[in-house]
């Protein structure tokens, strides 16, 4: 339930699948991790482990509705940048399986393991962050 802000260092996201670890990429200063979680409490869909020693900001989601309470100028300004992230995550998801995806002879969608992955990085904005 806390956004963390990179100051310094960096961590990896990665997914835990059946088989295997899929690794998603990388943040550095500058960037943020668990938003979505800050905003409406939910069960982590990655894990991030660090890199390198890190330099934090973190906002919890108890902390961010005070600060609702307290600054509700600074927390419009905060909600403006995350929302811009997360419509960006989404339109790049959204032109992604629609330009990769393939149909079986029903007609249904068939997602590859290789296209899962990169709608996982899309949405949760790895790609457009770190180039990965």
């Known amino acids: 339930d806390t956004m963390c802000f990179i100051c310094a260092g960096s961590v990896r996201v990665s997914l835990d699948a059946p088989d295997e670890c899929l ?4 943040f550095g200063p500058g960037r943020w991790i668990g938003e979505m979680g800050m905003i409406q409490p939910a069960p982590a ?28 100028s600074l927390t ?27 149909a ?14 990169e709608i996982a990085k899309n949405l949760l904005g790895i790609a457009a962050r770190t180039g990965a």
């Open 104 to 117: 079986d002879e029903t007609g249904a969608a068939i997602i590859s393991a290789k296209n899962l992955v």
């Open 45 to 72: 869909v990655a894990s991030v482990v660090a890199l390198e020693d890190c330099i934090l900001l973190t906002l919890s989601h108890d902390e961010f509705t005070e600060l609702r309470r307290a600054s509700p």
């Open 23 to 26: 690794i998603l990429g990388d």
């Open 76 to 102: 419009s300004v905060l909600l403006q940048m995350l929302c811009r992230d997360l419509s960006a995550r989404l339109y790049t998801t959204v032109g992604f399986i629609d330009s990769n995806n393939a």
